[in-house]
């Protein structure tokens, strides 16, 4: 497909693109399967009780989260170390395939966070700033959440006299992650807007009119069937970066994270 794609000009990422948002926002359902899915989480949440060190997780308030092959330094830079094999394939084989880091310095991923939010945690909205390349691709596993799209504060403040570049399309709104599920940030949409996961136990007045991915669901009937509702269970994220700075000082110190 990728040869495919550089010989004809085709971009595979096109056709699940979110309809009303920037054009650099796209949605995979069922980008891996469920048995992919049990083996990742095996492997990252239920085996981390007793094999990964309890340091490897990280508690804040309202969620903890572990950090592939490390956390950045203080100045932003990451020492340089394999991701472990069940964060590499198939998920970022399957990058490569569509393309999804092409143009990011390292054409690939090189950190990964792993999240867990409980039913009733989330994460204020925020933007992942600069020491990232501009494109973020979110697997999620275990259960559906929406995230909320919104502006930044000062695109707000100057949206009556000098529209921002997002003021044509439909923001604030939500798009619904479900299990197994591919979400690309890239662009204007990884530049110009804020994320977040609002702290509730359901989301609710969930409709083609709401929720702007609605379309391109794997199954929008489970929620229509639950009248617009989503009733939340731990839901565990992959989001895959590509750190602009990295260091090879530690590479020999790190090198057997990628070994598990």
Same mark, same amino acid.
């Given at each position: 497909?990728?040869?495919?794609?550089?010989?004809?000009?085709?971009?595979?990422?096109?056709?699940?693109?979110?309809?009303?948002?920037?054009?650099?926002?796209?949605?995979?359902?069922?980008?891996?399967?469920?048995?992919?899915?049990?083996?990742?989480?095996?492997?990252?949440?239920?085996?981390?009780?007793?094999?990964?060190?309890?340091?490897?997780?990280?508690?804040?308030?309202?969620?903890?989260?572990?950090?592939?092959?490390?956390?950045?330094?203080?100045?932003?830079?990451?020492?340089?170390?394999?991701?472990?094999?069940?964060?590499?394939?198939?998920?970022?084989?399957?990058?490569?395939?569509?393309?999804?880091?092409?143009?990011?310095?390292?054409?690939?991923?090189?950190?990964?966070?792993?999240?867990?939010?409980?039913?009733?945690?989330?994460?204020?909205?925020?933007?992942?700033?600069?020491?990232?390349? +501009?494109? !973020? *691709?979110?697997?999620? /596993?275990? #259960?559906?959440?929406?995230?909320?799209?919104?502006?930044?504060?000062? @695109? %707000?403040?100057?949206?009556?006299?000098?529209?921002?570049?997002?003021?044509?399309?439909?923001?604030?709104?939500?798009?619904?992650?479900?299990?197994?599920?591919?979400?690309?940030?890239?662009?204007?949409?990884?530049?110009?807007?804020?994320?977040?996961?609002?702290?509730?136990?359901?989301?609710?007045?969930?409709?083609? +009119?709401? !929720? *702007?991915?609605?379309? /391109?669901? #794997?199954?929008?009937?489970?929620?229509?069937?639950?009248?617009?509702? @989503? %009733?939340?269970?731990?839901?565990?994220?992959?989001?895959?970066?590509?750190?602009?700075?990295?260091?090879?000082?530690?590479?020999?110190?790190?090198?057997?994270?990628?070994?598990?």
């Amino acid at each position: 497909m990728a040869e495919f794609a550089l010989s004809t000009g085709y971009d595979p990422l096109r056709p699940f693109r979110i309809p009303n948002l920037p054009p650099t926002f796209y949605y995979i359902p069922n980008f891996i399967t469920a048995e992919e899915e049990a083996s990742i989480l095996q492997k990252a949440w239920y085996k981390s009780l007793f094999y990964i060190p309890a340091q490897r997780w990280v508690t804040l308030s309202h969620r903890r989260l572990q950090t592939h092959p490390s956390r950045l330094t203080p100045n932003n830079i990451l020492l340089a170390a394999p991701l472990p094999s069940y964060l590499v394939n198939p998920i970022v084989e399957r990058f490569k395939i569509i393309g999804v880091f092409k143009n990011t310095l390292h054409k690939m991923p090189n950190h990964v966070l792993i999240n867990e939010y409980k039913r009733g945690e989330g994460i204020m909205p925020h933007e992942d700033g600069s020491a990232y390349a +501009d494109v !973020v *691709a979110t697997v999620s /596993l275990g #259960a559906s959440l929406c995230l909320e799209i919104s502006p930044k504060p000062d @695109n %707000e403040e100057h949206s009556n006299t000098h529209p921002p570049s997002t003021s044509q399309y439909t923001i604030p709104t939500r798009i619904l992650q479900e299990p197994r599920s591919l979400l690309i940030t890239t662009g204007s949409a990884y530049k110009d807007l804020l994320h977040g996961i609002a702290p509730i136990d359901v989301d609710e007045n969930l409709s083609p +009119d709401t !929720v *702007a991915n609605w379309h /391109l669901l #794997a199954e929008p009937y489970v929620f229509e069937q639950a009248g617009g509702r @989503n %009733e939340r269970a731990t839901r565990v994220s992959l989001t895959y970066r590509d750190v602009l700075k990295v260091s090879s000082a530690a590479s020999k110190v790190f090198g057997g994270l990628g070994k598990r």
